[in-house]
């Protein structure tokens, strides 16, 4: 079962968290569909996808080698 963790800013909006997940899982969808008989790829089907938005808190970001907090 293929899981895809984002971690996201707690200060997202539901709407955005929503919209990412929907284009993850499309993205997702595109990559993993195998038409009958192409046995080159992995099969899985869509609903077995599972996405994971976690909210982290902005001081628990940090960028440029550790040096730069998200603020």
């Known amino acids: 079962m293929p899981?895809?963790?984002?971690d996201v800013p707690d200060?997202?909006?539901p709407e955005k968290r929503?919209?990412?997940?929907?284009?993850?899982?499309?993205t997702m969808h595109e990559v993993i569909s195998v038409p009958e008989g192409?046995?080159?790829?992995?099969?899985v089907r869509p609903q077995d996808v599972v996405i994971v938005l976690t909210e982290v808190a902005k001081e628990n970001w940090s960028f440029g080698n550790g040096e730069a907090q998200y603020t």
């Open 3 to 6: 899981l895809v963790r984002i």
């Open 18 to 26: 929503s919209l990412i997940g929907d284009i993850v899982y499309e």
């Open 11 to 13: 200060t997202m909006s």
């Open 38 to 43: 192409d046995e080159s790829r992995v099969h």
